[in-house]
């Protein structure tokens, strides 16, 4: 079974400031790792994703995060913070076969201040 | 190019009665599911079908939930006898699945929701 921490249900960073969102992760196969950012009344967008390969990962909006094995880490970073990075950002997991289904986090609420 | 579709996108019922949502999926997508999310959690997951097939059902599905894809495009969830405790927002997901073993699903893409209160 596969699970998901998610440090801080809300955190708060000024506009222009270093965004890091935690997430650790327990799995007993190498997972796949996901981080998804939800504004108020949409779905879920998908950020980035590990699976093979490079531990730092790309995504949309200037977000990276880097997967650490030996930390069973995958935190979420974002240089300068932007008004429009408010929202609510989930960790998931999943494992790499099988009916590949989500485990997420509890969330992490995202206020940036002017 | 379109998304993920869920209808409808906020459903207000009095307990007791059944609801059913439906979810399109993007779509030459043959894996569809479906996640719960209540206030202030993570999504969960509930089920999903490869196709037609229903493959997985979570024990949070109780026997009141009935979830299908008779024609292996859009899904419907129904929910009979709805409580209060099933109040929450109802996701769906869709994925491309290649042959395995040696290929893994897509990315899941999620639809907007539908957002369920039970009175």
């Known amino acids: 079974a596969q699970s998901v921490t998610q440090l801080g249900s809300h955190v708060s960073v000024s506009e222009g400031a270093l965004v890091l969102l935690r997430c650790n992760y327990s799995?007993?196969?190498?997972?796949?790792l996901f981080w998804y950012v939800q504004y108020p009344n949409q779905g879920l967008q998908l950020l980035l994703k590990?699976?093979?390969?490079?531990?730092l990962v790309k995504g949309i909006n200037g977000f990276e995060a880097e997967f650490k094995k030996s930390e069973t880490s995958f935190h979420l970073t974002k240089p300068s913070a932007h008004m429009s990075d408010a929202a609510e950002y989930f960790c998931?997991?999943?494992?790499?076969?099988?009916?590949?289904?989500?485990?997420f986090g509890t969330g992490t609420r995202l206020t940036i201040i002017p | 190019d379109t998304g993920v579709s869920q209808n409808p996108r906020h459903k207000i019922t009095k307990r007791g009665q059944n609801v059913t949502f439906r979810c399109d999926p993007i779509?030459?997508?043959?894996?569809l599911y479906w996640y719960r999310q209540t206030l202030g959690q993570g999504p969960e997951f509930l089920t999903y079908f490869q196709n037609e097939a229903q493959l997985e059902k979570s024990r949070l599905l109780s026997d009141r939930f009935s979830a299908e894809r008779p024609k292996g495009s859009f899904s419907t969830l129904e929910i009979q006898r709805t409580e209060q405790g099933d109040s929450a927002m109802y996701l769906c997901?869709?994925?491309?699945?290649?042959?395995?073993?040696?290929?893994?699903?897509?990315?899941?893409?999620f639809g907007p929701g539908t957002r369920l209160t039970v009175l």
């Open positions: 799995s007993s196969v190498p997972p796949y």
């Open positions: 998931a997991v999943s494992l790499n076969f099988g009916n590949e289904k989500l485990t």
């Open positions: 997901a869709s994925s491309l699945a290649g042959r395995r073993p040696f290929r893994r699903t897509d990315t899941q893409y």
């Open positions: 590990y699976t093979t390969g490079a531990t």
């Open positions: 779509s030459e997508h043959n894996r």
